[in-house]
């Protein structure tokens, strides 16, 4: 390699910048170190750095996009610069940002974060809250065995959460829902007749579900339960809601629950692992990772002193030592009620009395005398606390000085319920190997970096090349035996192999069991599917993948994760499909129908010409390499 060519490797090479104050600036820039331009103001810094660099650099980007594309992003001006070279792509957070959101951070900012939410979503594999167990998708008897299980006589109602956190206002979906003969829709928690008029705030978020059905538990409904489910199903897209009538609701999914536990969640979306959105964000803390909370040793910090001494300092109760103010007519009510001195230290009260001070009488009101600029009267006061009457005017006060006195007499401690990590449990139980989305995004740059890599998955088509490359690669390469594997073959790589997919028949199958068990392995395979049919390949019909499923499925030594095709090769990736859809289809059946040792996680479908299809139809795992990324370079 030239010194030129290294150089390039090493600097941001600018010669000749003009833009703005920059005069004829010519300057070789360290890569991939940590750099500070600084200097008075109006000496270029941002010039550089926002109009030069990162203008060039967005540029660049842009040129490399179809004008198609091109059309819906804003592209800066080109430079005044006379060349930039060795510039890898560039983000830039502006540092005039008037964003005071607590929940920004670098990665939502530069959106860098929105692409492992999107990697969450659709790759990431959920577990049971509760129990960490992997779970599965429910069935329509599974979801009535779970309801029959209520008390008897128990009022339910099953709603289909048909608009979930969308704007505007429905006007045509309530229509609908009032011309296919619904009669009731809960909308935000409230309920409402169809047959009124309801106008809603097209600028709010709303959510709406229909009420299906409204029922008694008790023997016999089975069937009837049965149908509405499946009716709420098709309305909602596989979710259902089970409102118990009192206070509770009970969530459903046709995607995922927990069979030992009960628990459904709802489908994975990006929107799922968003501290920013209510789906994603921890309801405890709202997505903050942290509660500021009123901290009474700051509200009274000398307990030795007495209420009438000025004990308790907190904003708005400063006046409770004033004769005629109400804070101290109320603290007088309570001193008679409960019989204590205003003059005792705070300290010496038993821990009745400071606890009534605290968290309030529990709903018992007291007998307030007082008389005000209005007159004066008795008043029957329950007395919230110091705490809760606090906190309620920190939340009404519209003042940001205000706010920030109150702040004063607060803490921060991070949530109980996410222990800081912003999310709901359900979406922190979802895992890319082996680590949630927290877990990752919280690793430093370098040991990210370092996870990201290790994370290596090689297909190879024949047996020979895994057995060559084993030992020659790392350790942490997983390696998948992708292409046709002749039966005398698989003692070879049956303990070398991370999953061994195009299993088609039973006597391979058989072969696989008997080499895992002299090895004392346990191999996850792939089942075949030969979808379109094509001669010249391997695979089973999609009416013999079921039977053969069953004879296997209780082989000690092997665990069926899903199902692969290879599609035929086509021009236009949009005639494979109907063939992907098919093959997507076939999976839900088949994990509908719990079998032991069949997850169908795994969905292997497309390769270079037609994978961006076989994604949107579901595919966890593509065939592409070399007609993408180029071929292997084996020494890196």
Not at 615 to 629: D, L, S, Y
Request: hydrophobic letters at 35%.
């Amino acid at each position: 390699m030239s010194a030129e060519a290294n150089d390039k490797k090493r600097f941001i090479r600018i010669r000749g910048a003009n833009e703005n104050n920059l005069k004829n600036l010519s300057v070789d820039i360290p890569r991939d170190q940590f750099v500070v331009l600084t200097g008075l103001s109006g000496s270029g810094k941002s010039s550089l750095a926002f109009d030069t660099i990162y203008a060039e650099g967005q540029r660049r980007y842009m040129e490399s996009l179809s004008s198609y594309a091109r059309q819906f992003l804003g592209q800066m001006e080109k430079p005044d610069v006379e060349s930039i070279e060795g510039l890898p792509p560039a983000i830039s957070i502006d540092q005039k940002s008037t964003n005071r959101n607590p929940r920004s951070t670098v990665g939502t900012v530069t959106e860098i974060y929105d692409y492992f939410r999107l990697l969450y979503a659709r790759v990431g594999i959920p577990h049971c809250p509760k129990c960490g167990r992997e779970i599965r998708k429910q069935t329509v008897d599974q979801m009535v065995d779970q309801i029959m299980t209520l008390p008897e006589r128990q009022k339910i109602q099953l709603l289909a959460p048909v608009v979930r956190g969308r704007k505007g206002t429905h006007v045509k979906l309530l229509d609908q829902a009032r011309r296919s003969g619904y009669v009731r829709v809960q909308i935000d928690g409230n309920l409402y007749e169809l047959s009124e008029e309801i106008k809603l705030d097209k600028n709010i978020k709303h959510n709406i579900e229909i009420v299906v059905d409204r029922l008694i538990v008790k023997p016999g409904i089975e069937k009837r339960l049965s149908d509405s489910i499946e009716t709420v199903l098709d309305l909602a897209d596989g979710l259902l809601v089970v409102d118990t009538m009192d206070g509770k609701l009970l969530n459903f999914s046709q995607s995922f629950s927990c069979p030992d536990c009960g628990i459904s969640i709802d489908e994975i979306e990006p929107r799922s692992f968003s501290f920013n959105n209510p789906f994603g964000a921890c309801p405890q803390c709202l997505g903050l990772g942290y509660k500021m909370e009123f901290d009474i040793d700051l509200m009274i910090p000398d307990k030795k002193r007495s209420i009438n001494e000025g004990a308790i300092a907190v904003l708005g109760w400063q006046s409770c030592t004033t004769q005629g103010s109400f804070s101290r007519a109320i603290l007088d009510a309570l001193a008679r009620e409960y019989e204590f001195s205003l003059d005792t230290p705070f300290c010496e009260y038993p821990k009745k009395v400071q606890d009534i001070l605290i968290h309030g009488t529990g709903g018992h009101s007291v007998k307030v005398y007082y008389k005000g600029q209005r007159g004066e009267g008795v008043y029957d006061v329950a007395f919230p606390g110091l705490i809760r009457n606090v906190e309620q005017r920190y939340r009404e006060t519209g003042s940001e000085a205000m706010k920030q006195e109150y702040e004063s007499f607060m803490r921060i401690t991070p949530c109980t319920t996410c222990k800081g990590q912003r999310l709901k449990k359900e979406s922190l139980a979802v895992t890319v190997a082996d680590k949630n989305i927290y877990e990752v995004t919280n690793m430093p740059v370098q040991k990210l970096q370092g996870f990201l890599r290790g994370a290596r998955v090689f297909g190879e088509n024949k047996v020979q090349e895994i057995v060559d490359k084993y030992d020659q690669m790392p350790s942490d390469v997983k390696w998948h035996m992708i292409g046709h594997l002749q039966r005398n073959k698989v003692k070879y790589i049956v303990d070398k192999v991370a999953m061994i997919h195009s299993v088609d028949s039973l006597r391979l199958a058989e072969t696989i069991e008997k080499e895992a068990a002299k090895k004392a392995v346990i191999v996850p395979i792939l089942i075949e599917v030969n979808v379109a049919q094509e001669e010249s390949k391997f695979g089973l019909k999609p009416e013999e993948v079921l039977p053969l499923i069953e004879q296997i499925a209780d082989f000690s030594h092997i665990r069926i994760k899903g199902l692969m095709t290879i599609a035929p090769y086509v021009d236009n990736a949009e005639e494979n499909r109907e063939i992907f859809r098919e093959l997507k289809k076939l999976s839900v059946d088949i994990a509908a129908k719990n079998i032991n040792n069949v997850t169908m996680s795994v969905l292997s479908m497309g390769m270079t010409g037609d994978y961006m299809v076989a994604v949107q139809e579901g595919a966890t795992m593509v065939r592409v390499g070399t007609g993408i990324f180029g071929a292997r370079n084996y020494a890196l």
